[in-house]
């Protein structure tokens, strides 16, 4: 492993480290400030209460014949609050009063009526004047049976007579604290991951970028004379080569997601082709229809093979970013070249081509790939072309242009399929047999013209048939 890649991989773990002590602070620490919020609540209800006995106490006598019907129509309501995806559906709220002496003389529960509390800390401080609250655990052995106690003082004639407890069982806001905790670990996983993949990104759009520059520096110390125009030039260079390498990476990944996904579709029907003759050829059959199974598993592998095999020469081809040898073409020469190889073809379907227009242009390329767009387009021409009929092959040149065009006079394209023809594995279905091509051979047509600074077309001519044309530069 580089250093650089280390010190990359020591600031992600830093990070990590960071992220995770952060996470769990805040997650520790969400526990008491949810229970300092509900006390807080616990200290205004309590007072509340005191408030409200008060105005009913009688020669210093609480009567609590009002708070508890009041309490029983509580408990009994039923309701559905949703409260931030939690969904509250009854009171639990707990109230008790003591006297000056600390016996319970109210329990919204009615269980603790008559029993001596001076001994909860809740009550003990509140009749001392102090301020009182407890969180006990009713059931031993079951933290989540906890309940928060906040007590008020009720005042008669300037003089405490009595205390008022508030209680909130610590489970009803726990799963609030449950709640934050996920959401909470949840963007924190969530920022961290985008992070990474922010620094992977930096790494890649940064950091070799910067490398570059380091290697110009060091290109610009070793020159013994300084030339600004070769020191721009290998600047420029260097840039370049970063934005192309930049430029391929991005897209590096949809073009291989693509041609997956398309090739995966495109290898299905004769696959299932093969594996239906193939099923059928275990049963009995004549041998007549046993050679054709045969035949059709043949037809579909060669296929299949066929569609490989252009697919990788398209791909090598659309990877390249210049052309390796460049020479003088003549054009004319090699139509002539491209009709003479492709004769037979033409001849099994009664096809004439005729060739016409300009002699003696020249472009500058391969004259490899040159030959195969060119048959393409003409194989093309012939297989579209009705029994008999004739394709015409017209070389011109236009400004500073060489133009081909092959020109057929069958029944063209249909309207559908004029914006797709140039698509990778799209093919419309050929008149003759009615079963479609690899749909590769135009996309080749089209990358092989770009590679040479040209373009490619293809559409229906007025007077019927469809039309091809090929735009290259031509040489000076």
């Known amino acids: 492993m580089s250093k650089r890649n280390r010190i990359f991989l020591g600031i992600l773990v830093i990070y990590a480290l960071g992220v995770a002590y952060l996470l769990y602070r805040v997650s520790v620490d969400l526990d008491p400030r949810y229970k300092e919020s509900a006390e807080e609540l616990l200290v205004d209800t309590s007072h509340l209460l005191a408030a409200l006995i008060e105005a009913d106490i009688r020669d210093g006598v609480f009567h609590p014949d009002r708070l508890r019907p009041a309490f ?3 408990y009994a309501r039923r309701f559905a609050s949703r409260i931030y995806g939690v969904t509250k559906t009854r009171a639990d709220l707990r109230v008790y009063v003591t006297d000056r002496s600390g016996t319970v003389v109210f329990d919204s529960l009615e269980r603790d ?7 909860w800390r809740d009550v003990a401080l509140t009749l001392q004047g102090e301020y009182g609250a407890r969180t006990t655990v009713e059931t031993p052995g079951r933290p989540d049976s906890a309940v928060m106690y906040v007590a008020a003082p009720i005042r008669w004639n300037e003089q405490i007579v009595g205390a008022v407890s508030v209680g ?3 489970g009803s806001f726990g799963q609030f ?12 996983l969530t920022s961290g991951l985008s992070v990474i993949v922010i620094a992977v990104l930096v790494s890649v759009w940064l950091v070799r970028p910067l490398g570059l520059v380091r290697d110009y520096l060091r290109y610009v110390g070793e020159q013994r004379q300084l030339s600004p125009v ?13 934005y192309d390498e930049m430029r391929d990476a991005l897209a590096g990944r949809s073009y291989v997601e693509e041609y997956v996904q398309t090739l995966t579709h495109e290898i299905k029907s004769p696959l299932s082709a093969i594996r239906g003759a193939a099923e059928l050829l275990q049963e009995p059959m004549p041998e007549e229809r046993r050679a054709q199974f045969l035949r059709n598993i043949r037809e579909e592998s060669e296929r299949i093979q066929d569609l490989i095999d252009r697919l990788l020469e398209l791909a090598a081809l659309e990877k390249r970013r210049a052309l390796d040898q460049v020479a003088d073409v003549s054009l004319d020469e090699l139509l002539r070249e491209v009709s003479a190889t492709l004769a037979p073809v033409a001849q099994a379907r009664a096809v ?18 040159l030959h ?19 394709v015409r092959v017209e070389l011109s040149s236009a400004e500073h242009d060489a133009v081909i065009v092959m020109r057929g006079c069958g029944p063209g394209i249909p309207v559908y399929a004029l914006g797709r023809v140039f698509e990778k594995f799209y093919s419309p279905r050929r008149p003759d047999s009615g079963r479609k091509g690899a749909g590769l051979g135009l ?19 007025p007077g019927g048939g469809a039309s091809a044309t090929l735009t290259l530069p031509a040489s000076a």
């Open 168 to 170: 909130k069982p610590v």
């Open 177 to 188: 604290i449950q709640s934050a905790r996920h959401k909470l670990l949840v963007v924190g």
């Open 443 to 461: 996309a080749f047509v089209r990358a092989i013209a770009q590679l040479h600074g040209g373009s490619a077309a293809l559409c229906n001519h």
């Open 230 to 242: 070769r020191l721009a030039r290998r600047a420029l260079g260097a840039l370049g080569a970063a």
């Open 113 to 119: 009526e008559g029993k001596d509390f001076r001994g």
């Open 372 to 390: 195969r767009a060119l048959t393409n387009l003409l194989q093309n021409a012939v297989h579209f072309s009705p029994w008999g009929g004739k």
């Open 352 to 369: 004439s081509v005729r060739l016409a227009g300009a002699h003696s242009i020249q472009v500058a390329g391969d004259r490899f790939l």
């Open 72 to 74: 029983t129509s509580l």
